[in-house]
């Protein structure tokens, strides 16, 4: 269901013209953060776009990440969440499945080295404004940074687009494809690719569309799945701003943010209803 069951483009932005650009002139910059998926990510748009550059933000502590979800939902979720993520770290079988997905979708990992990568703290310092301005892109792509400030939104007068593994709005925020199975809402659980406001994965939407899973695929692996599936709709929509034609969709869902299962929630959701 790419832009809510159609198969055309549907976007309009801005476009105008110091990095990489692509062959017709055009400047793509990525903000993201490290780890596999990010390099799944940009090495799937370097391959259907061309030239584009990278900002990749430092990533938070581990300490920081707990006092964050400590203080929005207690301390008792905010320890189950961190043992989850332990556990998940121990799933042997997880590599294996990986290799699978990734032979079976064409998914590259490991980040290419030949496309240039500027490190910065974070997208909302100083130092990541004053580089995009240098750059001076006509388009960025946003993939699992921190949420950007007004003050790195409002430093180039470029489009931000954003990559989502879940349907919004019902779905905004984090394991998205995972709480719309463990919810019964298989029809919910999939990919959008959104323009970038203020909040938490509430931009307009561009593309979506449902993912189905395969036997052994689990929290660990369900987002290398929707990758294979978002990475086309995030070229199009990439490749639709660079060409002024970004038209936004309305989406008639009720609008919810999710956090990270804990360690019980996710033994008991798996053991009552087969969903991991």
């Known amino acids: 269901m790419a832009a809510q069951g159609s198969d055309e483009p549907i976007s309009r932005g801005p476009a105008r013209p110091n990095g990489p650009a692509t062959p017709g002139g055009r400047r793509i910059v990525v903000l993201t953060a490290q780890g596999t998926l990010s390099g799944i990510v940009v090495n799937g748009l370097a391959a259907r776009l061309g030239a584009l550059t990278v900002i990749s933000e430092q990533p938070e502590s581990r300490g920081e990440i707990f006092r964050r979800r400590a203080r929005l939902l207690g301390i008792v979720p905010a320890i189950g969440q961190v043992a989850l993520g ?3 770290r121990f799933d042997r079988r997880r590599g294996r499945k990986l ?9 590259n990992p490991d980040r290419d080295p030949a496309i240039p990568v500027r490190p910065v ?4 310092t ?9 750059l001076k892109p006509d388009v960025v792509a946003v993939y699992g940074t921190r949420l950007l400030s007004r003050q790195t939104l409002a430093a180039v007068p470029a489009p931000f687009i954003n990559y989502h593994a879940g349907i919004t709005p019902k779905y905004r925020g984090q394991d998205p494809g ?6 019964g809402d298989a029809e919910h659980a999939g990919v959008t ?3 970038v406001d203020q909040g938490v994965d509430t931009g307009a939407v561009l593309y979506q569309q449902r993912v189905t899973f395969g036997p052994g695929d689990n929290l660990g692996t369900y ?8 990475l086309p709709l995030f070229a199009r929509a990439i490749e639709d701003a660079l060409a002024n034609r970004l038209a936004p969709v309305a989406v008639d869902l009720p609008s919810m943010k999710w956090f ?17």
């Not at 290799?99 to 998914?107: C, K, Q, S």
């Not at 100083?126 to 240098?134: E, G, K």
């Not at 987002?223 to 978002?230: E, F, G, K, L």
């Not at 990270?260 to 209803?273: D, N």
């Open 86 to 88: 332990m556990m998940m």
């Open 99 to 107: 290799n699978e997905i990734y032979a079976t979708h064409g998914l």
């Open 121 to 124: 703290p974070s997208v909302n």
């Open 126 to 134: 100083q130092a990541c404004r004053d580089l995009l301005a240098q």
């Open 178 to 183: 995972y709480w719309a199975l463990a919810t």
């Open 193 to 195: 690719i959104h323009l």
């Open 223 to 230: 987002q290398h799945v929707q990758a294979a599936t978002a």
């Open 260 to 276: 990270p299962p804990t360690l019980w929630t996710y033994v008991r959701i798996g053991l009552t209803r087969g969903v991991w």
